[in-house]
């Protein structure tokens, strides 16, 4: 049976790559916490006695299955928030609309501008930008791949999905990943 | 881009990406570690309690207070007086009163307090 510095060793190691993949997906600190936590203890109280070697396995499974719940519910709650839409102040779509704007407009000028990309944090910023802007399956496909450095039949394992889709996925991740950076300036 | 071209892009994306874990939030790095700590003290107690956190299981303890106290304050006041041993003679003695069976001015006779500590008056 796994010892409990053996556990501790490796959340330590997946923590912080699950937290950055969740907040990939949800864009807020707070709930991409929570729902790493929320794996850490399940992992802890149902798969404790499993072999360290399924750990990696069971945790992805766990926060993928998270982030899938997550954004059912999301989907829900927008379901009803667009119900209620349209009875908000009129004052309301315009601030929405000129944020909008300002968003697109800062956008479009980021990627005339060469020397901003040369600055490493800002190219990590594209970066993250452009993976969070991925389809959910997509970035899954491609962060559960390259950066948890899985097998495709692993990934197709924890995605619930064939093989083959897996590497669809990823493939059309990079593709895109590919053309939003270079429309930005940023050639890896 | 073929399979190998996508491999080295995507290697060299998760050097940026892992640069990037480097840089995380001191605030974010305390947290995970917290979340951590909790997981695996979740775990050392044997998975008792499913999910539970301190701020939860305070609530729960709290919310059974309140409504252990709710009940109490609700049924004492109705019980406490049915057990006073002179609560069914005062009672004998409201009816006489209104019954006529006692005058009023009963009260302010001297001998009126030991008359009710005569077994059998007031209880026909």
Redo the contacts between chains.
């Keep these: 049976m796994a010892t409990q510095e053996e556990l501790d060793r490796f959340l330590a190691q997946v923590e912080r790559r699950a937290y950055k993949r969740v907040l990939y997906s949800v864009q807020d600190h707070h709930t991409a916490l929570d729902i790493v936590q929320n794996a850490m203890l399940k992992l802890c109280e149902r798969y404790r006695d499993k072999p360290a070697e399924e750990w990696p396995m069971l945790f992805q499974r766990i926060l993928h299955n998270a982030l899938l719940d997550h954004h059912r519910r999301a989907r829900v709650r927008n379901f009803w928030v667009s119900l209620v839409a349209p009875l908000r102040d009129r004052d309301d779509d315009a601030a929405t609309e000129s944020l909008e704007e300002l968003a697109s407009a800062d956008a479009s000028g980021h990627g005339q501008d060469p020397l901003d990309a040369a600055d490493g944090r800002q190219v990590m910023a594209v970066i993250e930008a452009a993976i969070a802007e991925l389809p959910l399956r997509q970035r899954q496909a491609f962060l559960l791949r390259y950066w948890e450095e899985m097998d495709v039949a692993e990934v197709a394992l924890v995605m619930g999905c064939s093989a083959g889709s897996v590497k669809t996925h990823s493939h059309r991740a990079i593709d895109a990943l590919a053309r939003k950076l270079k429309a930005k300036g940023i050639a890896l | ?1 073929n399979e190998r071209e ?2 080295d ?6 050097c ?2 892992n ?3 480097d ?2 939030d001191r605030n ?2 305390k ?3 917290a ?2 700590r ?3 003290e ?3 107690e044997g ?1 008792a309690a ?2 539970r956190s301190p701020v939860s299981g305070d609530f729960r303890y709290g919310m059974a207070a309140v409504t252990v106290l709710t009940i109490l304050a609700a049924t004492v006041p109705m019980w406490w007086p049915a057990q006073r041993p002179d609560a069914q003679e005062t009672g004998h003695l409201d009816i006489g009163l209104l019954t006529g069976e006692l005058p009023p001015a009963a009260y302010i006779d001297e001998d009126f307090p030991a008359w009710r500590r005569l077994p059998g008056l007031c209880r026909s």
């Design positions: 881009m996508e491999r892009y995507a290697a060299r994306m998760m940026h990406l640069a990037g874990l840089g995380l974010v790095l947290a995970l570690a979340a951590r909790h997981a695996l979740h775990r050392s998975g499913c999910h």
